[in-house]
């Protein structure tokens, strides 16, 4: 059964550094892209970054433009996301997302197909 499992989130000051990872386990296919949404509370589900597996090619929101980093693991349907200079508002959770097949909607959530279980990320200031 395909699962995408996340990991690597955690409480951290203002400033500081988190790297989140990203599975596909039980996918036989690699994913046309991978990417990293976040959503508050009664808030709608927003871009953070995403990358085409295969291509490489990487996009970000501007409020992370600089200061996150998305990249592909050595394993199939494997990303990262290096967070840096963390602020308070970037307090979320953070989901990973699979998109199977190709698509121009690599900056929205409609673009994706598989969705993780999020991970909480909590920057104190």
């Known amino acids: 059964q395909e699962q995408l499992v996340e990991s690597g989130g955690g409480l951290v000051q203002a400033g500081g550094s988190l790297r989140l990872s990203c599975v596909d386990v039980?996918?036989?296919?690699?994913?046309?892209?991978m990417g990293w949404f976040r959503q508050a509370p009664g808030k709608e589900r927003e871009f953070v970054a995403s990358?085409?597996?295969?291509?490489?090619?990487?996009y970000y929101a501007d409020s992370v433009q600089g200061r996150f980093t998305i990249s592909r693991g050595n394993a199939k349907n494997t990303i990262y996301l290096q967070m840096n200079s963390l602020k308070p508002e970037d307090t979320d959770v953070y989901y990973c997302?699979?998109?199977?097949?190709?698509?121009?909607?690599?900056?929205?959530?409609?673009?994706?197909?598989?969705w993780g279980q999020g991970t909480q990320v909590t920057v104190s200031s």
């Open positions: 997302a699979g998109a199977s097949k190709s698509t121009t909607y690599l900056t929205h959530f409609g673009g994706f197909d598989n």
């Open positions: 039980g996918r036989t296919f690699s994913n046309y892209a």
């Open positions: 990358i085409k597996l295969s291509a490489g090619n990487t």
